[in-house]
């Protein structure tokens, strides 16, 4: 029986979460590791380790320090077709109201860094869930791929949060150099979730498969080294240039996600032909994997982040 996603996400913060190196701290490819494994062995669970990997790094680059290390957190900034949210300053603090989608974590984590608008530019908010989370939209996570994630949308109210609970100045999500290396910790836990699928996938083969599946299976595995080996050279580079002086910390994440989700929908067909439809439909596992990984690649934006890699080349250099 698989480990429930709560549980395994629970070790993480009691275990790897607490001596994770920072990105750019000189072991960045580590941290990659790190979380590709636990991604391997659940993608849920991934990407709750991810996103409570990326909040205490988030926090530490504001200067914040999170004394009591068994707390878990996530970050929820997904913009919202709901309103989303936005926070008004008032008498002892700020008042945060509105939904945000795609909360992953609900019910699971303690706090999250939320995005909100406010009059001056989008803010983040430190938020203790059991007291600002006032309601869940019914049915808002309907999804068969990374369905134990519990990403819900969720509606904010409750008491005033106080000044402390303010992380960084204005627009300080977006504009802080860990943005773009976060990013990239990200298309590990895609790698983690490939990885995870072509194990499995090698554990049921037959004694001796057929030419046709060992050639699937040789394109998957050198997708898989593909993948390792820009997330490592983009994992030195973060360490070489830990506050992005060079500016080519958007360029580098762009390309190294470009790169994960294309190989990583590779190996999702690849493993498709080799194991044909049996251990899709009678593997509950291998379906949830491949179903999960589907659905986190589509968090990929797709054509606006290949279009917006071409803006960035037209800037660079020439290839030599």
């Known amino acids: 029986m698989v480990q429930p996603v709560r549980s395994l996400f629970e070790e993480f913060v009691r275990t790897d979460a ?8 000189g072991e960045t490819w580590r941290r ?28 530490a680059e504001a200067g914040l320090e999170v004394k009591d290390n068994t707390v878990s957190y996530g970050v929820w900034a997904a913009k919202s077709r709901l309103g989303g949210t936005s926070a008004e300053r008032v008498p002892g603090g700020w008042r945060l109201e509105g939904c945000k989608q ?8 303690d706090r999250a860094l ?22 869940i939209h019914p049915d808002s996570w309907s999804a068969v791929g990374m369905a134990d994630s519990a990403s819900e949308t969720l509606e ?27 990013s990239s910790g990200v298309a590990a836990c895609w790698y983690g979730g490939a990885v995870g699928l072509v194990n499995n996938l090698v554990a049921s083969l037959s004694p001796e498969p057929n030419e046709h599946v060992l050639a699937d299976l ?18 030195d580079s973060i360490d070489r ?21 294309d190989l990583a929908t590779e190996v999702l067909a690849r493993v498709a032909t080799a194991g044909g439809a049996r251990p899709l439909c009678h593997d509950i596992d291998q379906a949830r994997r491949a179903a999960d990984l589907y659905v986190y690649l589509a968090q990929h934006h797709g054509g606006v982040d290949a279009a917006e890699l071409g803006r960035l080349v037209r800037s660079r250099p020439l290839w030599n």
Request: hydrophobic share 45%; with cysteine.
């Open 156 to 182: 904010f109210g409750g008491p005033v949060l106080s000044e402390v609970r303010v992380v960084g100045p204005v627009d300080f999500y977006t504009r802080r150099p860990g943005f773009w290396f976060g």
């Open 218 to 235: 040789g394109v998957a595995a050198s997708s898989l080294e593909a993948m390792r080996a820009v997330l490592k050279e983009t994992a």
């Open 241 to 261: 240039d830990s506050i992005d002086a060079d500016g080519q910390g958007h360029y580098r994440a762009l390309v190294t996600r470009q790169v994960v989700h």
């Open 18 to 25: 607490k001596d994770l190196p920072a990105p750019g701290a």
């Open 102 to 109: 795609f909360c992953s974590g609900n019910g699971i984590i």
């Open 32 to 59: 990659f590791e790190v979380l590709a494994r636990w991604a391997s062995f659940d993608l849920s669970v991934g990407r709750l380790s991810e996103g409570h990997a990326d909040a205490l790094a988030i926090l």
């Open 114 to 135: 939320v995005t909100a608008d406010t009059e001056d530019g989008v803010r983040l908010f430190d938020v203790v869930l059991e007291e600002n989370v006032i309601g």
